[in-house]
T-cell receptor, first 112, second 112 residues
Framework: EDQVTQSPEALRLQEGESSSLNCSYT??????LFWYRQDPGKGPEFLFT???AGEEKEKERLKATLTKKESFLHITAPKPEDSATYLC?????????????FGKGITLSVRP | SQTIHQWPATLVQPVGSPLSLECTVE??????LYWYRQAAGRGLQLLFY??????ISSEVPQNLSASRPQDRQFILSSKKLLLSDSGFYLC???????????FGNGTRLTVT
């Protein structure tokens, strides 16, 4: 069964304190890994797609990387506005029945 | 550009009352449409998805149903709400099988 596990469940950082969020997955034939950001009371916002091991994507203070078993979301010198829940997901199923399996998310709090 | 609209943003309903949540997508045609429920600490649970008008697939047996009367309209319904139906309901769309999902801003449903 395809699974996505995120750790830690919650992370508290001081402003400027860099860290990484982990997403490990078990899936037959990875067809992409997606990262989302979710603010309280809002829907998840798409950040990145990674397709193959070694691939990296960057956006402002965020950099996502991918290996054959896990993905990391590196946050460099975070600011309080980076506080949010970060979700990762992988496609499961094939063709028209392809659906995303989500991890439970990592809640990041950045203190000023 | 594509946009997704979901309403209402919040809803308080008594047990046993009916439910209708609506979602519409603009700027694309023949999208795949999804209804998710998000409960605290439990992640995103896929409820229904649709690959075309009148085509609905259910992921979990429950007190809810979905319909797609038009290409870019997706409706989540219930004839009689239960307390356990409370949660945060999210509509989402994607254009191709393994493309990222794009979410609406959700409906917070409280059943009293």
């Amino acid at each position: 069964e395809d699974q996505v596990t995120q750790s830690p469940e919650a992370l508290r950082l001081q402003e400027g304190e860099s860290s990484s969020l982990n997403c490990s997955y078990t899936v037959s034939g990875l067809r992409g890994l997606f990262w989302y950001r979710q603010d309280p009371g809002k829907g998840p916002e798409f950040l990145f797609t990674l397709y193959s091991a070694g691939e990296e994507k960057e956006k402002e203070r965020l950099k996502a990387t991918l290996t054959k078993k896990e993905s990391f979301l590196h946050i460099t010198a975070p600011k309080p506005e980076d506080s949010a829940t970060y979700l990762c997901a992988v496609p499961a199923g094939t063709g028209a029945n392809s659906k995303l399996t989500f991890g439970k998310g990592i809640t990041l709090s950045v203190r000023p | 550009s594509q946009t997704i609209h979901q309403w209402p943003a919040t809803l308080v309903q008594p047990v046993g009352s009916p439910l209708s949540l609506e979602c519409t997508v603009e700027g694309t045609s023949n999208p795949n449409l999804y209804w998710y429920r998000q409960a605290a600490g439990r992640g995103l649970q896929l409820l229904f998805y649709s690959v075309g008008i009148g085509q609905i697939s259910s992921e979990v047996p429950q007190n809810l149903s979905a319909s797609r009367p038009q290409d870019r309209q997706f409706i989540l319904s219930s004839k009689k709400l239960l307390l356990s139906d409370s949660g945060f309901y999210l509509c989402a769309w994607k254009s191709t099988y393994d493309s990222p999902l794009h979410f609406g801003n959700g409906t917070r449903l409280t059943v009293t």
